[in-house]
């Protein structure tokens, strides 16, 4: 409540809370986000092919 002389004065003791909880629901937003999008991921294996080398005593 306000008193006579407080007139809309700034706050002077800010609290962390709601920084924090935003914090930590954006934490758990991306553990659930990650979760669930490597569970429905198909498991397929990735193969990378490598240049074959014809001829290493070859021209240029």
């Avoid at 930590?24 to 991306?30: E, F, W």
């Amino acid at each position: 409540m306000f008193t006579r002389n407080d007139r809309q004065t700034p706050e002077k003791r800010a609290s962390a809370a709601f920084p924090i909880g935003v914090l930590l629901l954006a934490i758990c937003a991306i553990f659930v986000y990650l979760t669930i999008g490597g569970g429905v991921e198909d498991r397929t294996d990735t193969v990378v092919y490598t240049p074959q080398i014809a001829d290493a005593t070859g021209h240029r």
